[in-house]
């Protein structure tokens, strides 16, 4: 392991809510796609939600008989409303540079969402930071979505390994960090207190990408 992989670790970047504002549109999305079905599910409720993988949401919010019965449907139709709503989708204030700061800071990013490939790249196409990132895991990959430590394993494991830091705005992000052995740094930018993302492990909480940003160089992924 070099000393550039020792010092520079790893930063596993979750993307709704954490690099594009796009968590209310997923939470109408799913609580529409729910009514469809004939559930009602409060808004609170698949909010909290947001940032565990689809192939959980179901269960964890309306139950396992649900999941059974209209699991399939109720992804496909949150789906098509949330493709609906992209063009209400923007980047989060500093989302870009922070990304393009962390390349330059020699930080090996990781992209870990649980959406599907086809909708990260729609997502990243906002942000123009691909060329920023040196790995990219989505929910088509073969790996358990969030809260398990799975997706972050695997984006650590295609950035080239070594030590390694989360930036997530969910719950479930730090809760995946957690399983993984990794630190987290939450972001309040996908609607969460910061209370909640500290309880569920994080170290750090900024309001955003550019609270990040403006305080990197007094926090956890300062230049070394």
Not at 85 to 107: F, I, K, P, T, W
Not at 126 to 149: I, M
Not at 166 to 184: F, I, K, M, R, Y
Request: proline letters at 3%.
């Amino acid at each position: 392991m070099t000393t550039e992989t020792l010092h520079h670790p790893v930063v596993v970047l979750d993307l709704d809510g954490t690099l594009v504002d796009s968590v209310y549109q997923h939470v109408v999305a799913w609580h529409t796609a729910f009514h469809d079905v004939g559930l009602h599910v409060s808004a609170v409720r698949v909010h909290e939600a947001i940032g565990m993988g689809g192939d959980r949401l179901v269960a964890h919010v309306a139950g396992d008989p649900a999941e059974a019965a209209v699991g399939e449907d109720v992804r496909k139709l949150h789906d098509d409303y949330f493709r609906t709503q992209l063009r209400s989708v923007c980047a989060l204030d500093g989302a870009a540079d922070l990304v393009e700061a962390l390349a330059g800071h020699g930080h090996r990013l990781a992209l870990v969402s649980s959406s599907e490939s086809d909708l990260v790249d729609d997502l990243l196409e906002l942000l123009d930071v691909r060329r920023h990132l040196t790995a990219v895991v989505t929910g088509s990959d073969d790996a358990a979505t969030k809260p398990a430590s799975d997706m972050v394993e695997l984006g650590i494991e295609r950035a080239g390994g070594g030590a390694a830091i989360v930036v997530g705005d969910a719950v479930w992000d730090a809760l995946s960090a957690e399983a993984a052995g990794v630190p987290c740094v939450g972001l309040r930018s996908g609607g969460i207190s910061a209370e909640r993302l500290t309880s569920a492990g994080a170290s750090w909480v900024y309001d955003g990408p550019r609270d990040l940003l403006d305080h990197l160089e007094d926090g956890p992924l300062r230049s070394h």
